[in-house]
């Protein structure tokens, strides 16, 4: 080879060299471009239209809860200065002194802007139970006897006393708040009014933010503080209706609030192995599990998995017990019926929590196994 051939190769390996740099950077520049595109189309769409997370184990966390009616604007965040002023920082001591959550309701449509009196309700979604009486305005939340009210009493208010009733039917609470996020106005109203058209008396209110607007609409029924997400107004007028008759109502369940994560789909998940109409709606009971239930149950998943056609088992669950991702619980039914769920927390996937936030990653509980011990 002459010398002027060798460098003639030696160019040719370069402009190649170079060619593949700019053919690299070129695909990067495409992949930036789509990424701010992608960025762009997330600032424009719906957190509850992006993505199908699963909707068990997402249900807010409530134990004694407070529905209190409130005419005047919610603002973004109705525990605000900017909504309530002063009485902000002595009603966050009463809610937390009582470890009491709170929301806002008020009636579909212009007629919920427009009543002379208010009403608040009481509920203690672990017992089931919820009372209702009279306010004057919020502030009235400052002199009463909360824990006296939970369980149907006016009990040691500074207040004149005031009738105190039981309430005997199911009330659906739906998120309408769309200063919090704009899918709770636009998906939620709708299925408020339509859901008001059914029922004559105080089942349907609209309520301040509820959690996972990303699953609009989202509602919360009372008095078990059920969390329902993505159901069309029919399947809200049925849970509604279903729960009234004394059955669990599956369609769009979240989760029970009472419970953490895990064991909210832990419900659901013996719920859907018995079948909805034979469980009593609020009747499973979640709780630890004992290290005897947990052996049993690893017994049970273990004879399953030697005796299972499926070849992939263990991609299906961690073997480990105490893998860190990995929680077991305890559902007990009215019937005396003991169930083990092992339950593995997963990807999610990409999760859009707010309308014109980016996605991020998410987590999620999953049941594997059900055993009955």
């Known amino acids: ?100 959550s709170m929301q806002f309701i008020r009636k579909p449509g212009r007629a919920g ?17 919820c009372f209702t009486t009279r306010i004057s305005g919020v502030e009235d939340l400052l002199h009463l006897d909360i824990q006296a009210l939970a369980d149907g009493t006016w009990g040691r208010s500074e207040l004149p006393a005031r ?25 939620g109203r ?4 339509g859901m008001q058209t059914c029922f004559s008396g105080d089942e349907v209110w609209e309520t301040s933010h509820s959690k996972g607007h990303r699953f609009a609409p989202t509602m919360i029924l009372l008095p078990w503080g059920y969390s329902y997400g993505r159901i069309p107004t029919g399947q809200a007028i049925d849970a509604v209706k279903t729960s009234a008759q004394g059955h669990m109502y599956l369609t769009g369940l979240r989760g029970r609030g009472c419970w953490d994560a895990p064991g909210q789909t832990a419900e659901i998940a013996v719920a859907q192995q018995l079948g909805a109409h034979t469980v009593p709606v609020g009747s499973l009971v979640v709780k630890e599990t004992t ?33 860190p991702k990995l929680a077991w619980r305890t559902v007990e039914t009215s019937r005396g019926e003991t169930w083990v769920v092992q339950l593995e927390q997963v990807s999610a996937g990409d999760v859009m929590a707010s309308c014109g936030k980016p996605p991020k990653h998410g987590k999620t509980w999953v049941a594997h196994h059900v055993t009955q011990v």
């Open 1 to 100: 080879m002459t010398t002027k051939e060798g460098h003639m190769e030696e160019e040719a390996t370069q402009e190649k060299a170079a060619e593949q740099i700019r053919a690299e950077r070129a695909s990067s520049a495409r992949q930036d471009a789509e990424a701010n595109q992608s960025d762009e189309a997330w600032k424009s769409m719906r957190c509850s239209d992006f993505g199908n997370e699963a909707l068990p184990g997402t249900a807010k966390s409530m134990t004694l809860f407070l529905a209190v009616e409130y005419l005047k604007g919610w603002g973004r965040d109705i525990m605000d200065d900017d909504v309530l002023g002063d009485l902000t920082a002595p009603l966050k001591k009463v809610l937390k002194d009582n470890g009491a």
């Open 291 to 323: 290290d005897q239930e947990q052996e049993i149950a690893e017994k049970e998943i273990a004879a399953h998995d030697r005796t299972s056609s499926r070849t992939n088992s263990d991609d299906r669950h961690p073997k480990d017990a105490h893998h």
């Open 190 to 193: 709708p299925l408020a009014a």
């Open 163 to 187: 009738p105190v009733k039981r309430v005997n039917h199911p009330i659906m609470l739906v998120c309408t708040h769309g200063k919090r996020d704009r899918c709770c106005a636009i998906k």
């Open 113 to 129: 802007q427009f009543r002379d009196e208010r009403k608040l309700y009481i509920a203690r979604t672990d017992q089931g139970t």
